[in-house]
């Protein structure tokens, strides 16, 4: 059973504060990492895509990978109101190119 | 920037009628799939579709459902004999090739009275 957990919050920051998402998986053979955004009744907007252990930075978000762990998480720095949304964390487990999407963590940024 | 777009918007059916929901997928793209989103639930894989034909289906990809590639854009999901759960964002994606990241389009509202 392929399993992508998320924390569903809300998480509720400052405006300018740093927000942290976190996601863990089951399958210690998962290759691809990604992070969407989606605002409420639209789409997933993709973010980042991570592949490697370590950090991905675009920006003001950084994508950090720990496979020994099984955790991806998600970054934001100087988080403004307009990030508020639910971000959708996705793991292609195992050999398959279909992703897991996890339940969501939704990001209340507050002025 | 290049983008799925997908037809209709909103598309409401009564039970039992069947519905066709359209995509055109990023034209450099070879992978397309289907996803729905039940109304606060998390987005759920359906189909992906490589090459002419199905790649991959998940348990809800029963009979009641087909996809078809009918010319070099257009990217269709059929549901026939809609039933009331079936009502979802029903969203589009594509991918430049398998686990590359997926762009989505903007979504189907599926509404089953």
């Known amino acids: 059973q392929k399993e992508v957990e998320q924390n569903s919050g809300p998480l509720s920051v400052p405006e300018g504060a740093i927000a942290s998402l976190n996601c863990t998986y089951s399958?210690?053979?998962?290759?691809?990492f990604f992070w969407y955004r989606q605002y409420s009744g639209k789409s997933p907007e993709l973010i980042m895509s991570?592949?490697?252990?370590g950090d991905k930075e675009d920006g003001r978000f950084t994508a950090q990978l720990n496979k020994a762990s099984q955790y991806v998480s998600l970054l934001i720095r100087d988080s403004q109101p307009s990030d508020s949304a639910t971000y959708l964390c996705?793991?292609?487990?195992?050999?398959?190119?279909?992703?897991?999407f996890g339940r969501g963590t939704s990001l209340i940024v507050h002025p | 920037e290049p983008e799925v777009t997908q037809t209709p918007s909103h598309q409401v059916t009564q039970m039992g009628q069947e519905v066709i929901l359209r995509c055109v997928p990023i034209?450099?793209?070879?992978?397309f799939y289907w996803y729905r989103q039940i109304l606060g639930q998390k987005v759920e894989f359906l189909v992906s579709?490589?090459?002419?034909?199905?790649?991959?289906k998940s348990e809800i990809f029963d009979d009641q459902f087909s996809v078809e590639r009918p010319d070099g854009s257009n990217f269709t999901l059929k549901i026939r004999s809609t039933k009331l759960e079936d009502s979802a964002m029903y969203f589009c994606?594509?991918?430049?090739?398998?686990?590359?990241?997926?762009?989505f389009g903007d979504g189907t509202r599926l509404s089953i009275l």
């Open positions: 991570i592949y490697s252990n």
């Open positions: 996705a793991v292609n487990e195992g050999g398959s190119y279909i992703p897991t």
């Open positions: 399958d210690r053979g998962s290759q691809s």
């Open positions: 579709f490589y090459n002419n034909e199905i790649s991959e």
């Open positions: 034209s450099n793209h070879l992978y």
């Open positions: 994606a594509s991918s430049e090739g398998g686990g590359r990241p997926q762009h």
